[in-house]
């Protein structure tokens, strides 16, 4: 039923009482419903609380079996609980006890080390103690650091220093007023060696000088037979020759400084005596022993080349700012405008190998000056001795190195090109060199007596190498593609494109020729021009060799294919300079064999075919005339029918030939 809220309380005669009766009909109906649908499901709700009743019973079984289960279990883990304690704390026990040992084993060296330290500061092993001290403060001490006996340790370390010092300056007095007090019988003693020296014979001089040093050592013992002394002169020679550790080069300059002053004391001619002996002999030993010197660094020096050079990458400098730019320049007198404006990143032309060379070279010259300053030579005198020993190391030394490089196996094209590129900029870096050694000797270049570097001819000269080499390496490389050259000189007919291994060499050739495109314009074009060349050369001698017995129109059109793929290669330029077809030229000589060997053979061929085309239709021409009944006889027959296959693979042979050519 459907009233809305007007009509229910509109004036209309008994609406309320007709709402009221539709309610309470549609009351019943629902109630109606509501009993059908209980009615439905209740023998369902009844089964259910039947199921329930039943399954409480069992229930409580169940209860009463979880309860008594979860006690037992409760009971029995008591035990377990308490084993695993126990396991607990005894693996941290067991933890607590590693992490001691591993800190003792940390300790213990530490510890050992400083009782070392204190028994060689009682034993006065002093120079053996500044070692000991040196390894716990930079090994040991740092490991243990947080532990407060290695605190304490830290802090006595320089007092120990402070009292091994003192008293190592009081031994040092001590050992110089020895060495004054007793000078006189060491001189005595070498002027008496001396004198022996001269009598001995040129084989016995050689150990006699052995005998000579033993002798003085002996002698010198004798003298100091303190044993702090000697203590504290092997303390000091082995502070020669580790400056660097602890005071060292306090004791040593003062050490320096009194011997001079012994020296001076000992050279000055008392008032009675003034000595009268000649020096010549001794300047002369002196330059004989500056040449020996001189030796030995150029040989010490050939090492270092040697080494720089097998470190080298054979690769151009790749710089990537202006740091790096000015780091480079620093070191190696680098000049080219058209580079500086050039951005970042960008390339210096040459190799890492440059600089380090042109650094060792005035490293070279410092090691020389350092024996020619003591001399008491002139200027002019110094300055022409440091160019002589230049001069040697870059027309011996280094000249040697650098053909030893360029012959070695493992140096290819691409290293050839880069270390003549290295050979022009050090070529051109020699001047810079005579201006080094101009302001150590402050003599002018333009003096009549100052020498010149050789450095240009020695560059030059290796320059030169690399080239030839270049054109060995190239050679080789083509003969390599040839020995792979596979021609069947009896093949039917070409392929009708080049072969595979010519276009191999080829592509091989072109990459490599944009290497040298870095070279000066003469010797790329001299490599360029001598690999045609060669490769003429190379197919002319394949094409005349005399196991060829016998080869094919085929195998002719394929080999000539390949000589005009050479010529292209010729005609691209792939070095620039030449001049009109000068690179075309290499291979003239292959040209005229096809002009006039091949194109006449291939005429003859097709003479050749034309009267075999001839012949057979001629033979076709009169079988047919001749044999009227030759249709009925089969041996006539198949016999006709290969004359006129015959002469159809003639007829198409001769017209591809006639087309080709």
């Given at each position: 039923?459907?009233f ?5 309380y ?31 499901h ?30 037992r279990?409760?009971d ?17 026990q ?9 800190k ?28 000991t ?28 220093r ?65 044993k ?11 502070d ?48 004989e ?10 040989k ?65 010259i ?19 001795m ?22 070695k ?13 290295n ?12 201006d080094?050694?101009s ?18 001819s ?109 010529e ?53 021409d009169?079988?047919k ?29 001769a ?7």
């Open positions: 039923f459907i809305s809220k007007e009509s229910v509109d004036d209309q005669p008994n609406a309320h009482q007709r709402f009221m009766e539709k309610l309470d009909a549609c009351i019943r109906n629902h109630d109606r419903e509501i009993e059908k649908m209980c009615n439905f209740h023998q369902g709700f009844v089964d259910a609380i039947t199921e329930l009743l039943k399954v409480r019973a069992d229930a409580e079984k169940l209860k009463v079996q979880v309860t008594d289960t979860n006690r279990l409760q029995a883990g008591k035990e377990v609980i308490a084993q695993t304690e126990e396991i607990i704390r005894c693996r941290v067991q933890r607590n006890i590693t992490t001691v040992v591993e003792l084993q940390l300790c213990l060296p530490v510890l050992e080390m400083y009782s070392k330290l204190k028994e060689q500061m009682n034993v006065k092993r002093y120079y053996s103690a500044l070692k001290m040196e390894q716990l403060e930079n090994l040991y001490l740092p490991r243990v650091s947080q532990y407060r006996f290695c605190q304490i340790m830290i802090e006595n370390l320089p007092k120990l402070e009292e091994i010092k003192e008293i190592s300056m009081s031994d040092l007095k001590d050992f110089l007023e020895s060495i004054r007090k007793h000078s006189d019988r060491i001189g005595e003693t070498a002027m008496k060696q001396a004198q022996q020296q001269k009598t001995f014979s040129t084989t016995l001089q050689k150990q006699n000088n052995l005998n000579y040093g033993r002798n003085m050592h002996l002698g010198r013992s004798r003298i100091l037979e303190s702090n002394e000697i203590t504290l002169k092997r303390t000091f020679e082995d020669d020759e580790h400056e660097e550790e602890g005071d060292g080069e306090i004791f040593e300059n003062y050490y320096r400084k009194q011997r001079r002053k012994q020296a001076r004391l000992v050279l000055q001619p008392q008032s009675s005596m003034g000595y009268g002996f000649p020096v010549n002999r001794l300047f002369d030993l002196l330059f022993i500056r040449d020996q010197y001189n030796e030995t660094l150029l010490k020096w050939s090492g270092l080349f040697r080494d720089i050079f097998e470190a080298d990458n054979y690769s151009p400098i790749p710089i990537a700012n202006e740091e790096e730019y000015k780091i480079v320049i620093s070191k190696f007198p680098f000049q080219d405008p058209e580079l500086d404006k050039q951005s970042f990143p960008k390339k210096l032309p040459m190799s890492q190998s440059v600089p380090q060379i042109y650094i060792q070279v005035k490293e070279f410092y090691a020389s000056l350092k024996f020619s300053e003591s001399l008491h030579r002139s200027s002019t005198e110094i300055d022409d440091l160019r002589k020993s230049t001069n040697l190391l870059l027309t011996r030394t280094l000249s040697s190195c650098l053909q030893n490089l360029i012959k196996p493992h140096i290819g094209l691409t290293e050839l090109v880069q270390i003549i590129i050979t022009t900029h050090l070529e051109q870096a020699c001047k810079y060199l005579e080094f050694i302001n150590i000797t402050n003599i002018s270049q333009v003096s009549v007596h100052t020498a010149r570097l050789y450095g240009l020695t560059f030059k000269d290796a320059r030169h190498a690399a080239e030839g080499e270049i054109y060995t390496k190239l050679n080789q490389k083509i003969d390599e593609f040839i020995q792979i050259a596979d021609y069947d000189w009896t093949m039917s007919e070409s392929d009708g494109r080049a072969s595979g291994y010519l276009m191999d060499l080829i592509n091989f050739l072109r990459s490599t020729f944009q290497v040298f495109t870095h070279l000066p314009g003469k010797v790329a074009q001299t490599a360029c021009m001598s690999a045609c060349q060669h490769l003429s050369t190379s197919l002319m001698q394949m094409l005349l060799d005399s196991e060829l017995k016998q080869i094919s129109m085929g195998a002719i059109q394929q080999f000539n294919l390949d000589v005009i793929q050479c292209l290669f010729a005609s691209s330029e792939p070095v620039p300079g030449f001049q009109g077809d000068t690179l075309q030229l290499a291979f003239i000589d292959l040209r005229q064999v096809r002009h006039y060997w091949i194109f006449p053979l291939q005429i003859m061929f097709l003479t050749c075919l034309c009267h075999l085309l001839f012949y057979f239709s001629s033979m076709k009169s079988s005339k001749n044999n009227i009944f030759a249709q009925f006889r089969k041996n006539d027959r198949d016999k006709q029918k290969l004359i006129e296959t015959v002469v159809k693979q003639l007829r198409s042979l017209n591809g030939m006639s087309q080709h050519t």
